[in-house]
Nanobody, 117 residues
Framework: VQLQASGGGSVQPGGSLRLSCAAS????????IGWFRQAPGKEREGVAE????????YYTRSVRGRFTISRDNAKNTMSLQMNSLKPEDTGAYYC???????????WGQGTQVTVSS
């Protein structure tokens, strides 16, 4: 059972990246899924989330209109499309899946995003 994140990298301000997270050993469609990030010296921050049950989305204020979270149930993956990236978006991004029904929570390994000119 694991989440495998990919897609990080370095990009100039204004650029785009797409993060992906593949689940194995369980099905994502039964879980609330999302992404956190953590920059050096800063607290972990919730970035985006999709509810398991009604697909309600949440975005932290600083990324609204720039980031889009999605899930692909057929592929058992989730993605985070990040556009108009800013230096303050730099950090390690972690995907997660949680279920209060199953009382389980899974985390992927971090993938680094660096936005710099």
């Amino acid at each position: 059972v694991q989440l495998q994140a990919s897609g990080g990298g370095s990009v100039q301000p204004g650029g785009s990246l797409r993060l992906s997270c593949a689940a194995s050993g369980f099905t994502l469609d039964q879980y609330t899924i999302g992404w956190f990030r953590q920059a050096p010296g800063k607290e972990r921050e919730g970035v985006a989330e999709i509810s398991c049950c009604d697909s309600t989305t949440y975005y932290t204020r600083s990324v609204r209109g720039r980031f889009t979270i999605s899930r692909d149930n057929a592929k058992n993956t989730m993605s985070l499309q990040m556009n108009s990236l800013k230096p303050e978006d730099t950090g390690a991004y972690y995907c997660f899946a949680k279920s209060t029904t199953f009382r389980k929570e899974f985390w992927g390994q971090g993938t680094q995003v660096t936005v710099s000119s």
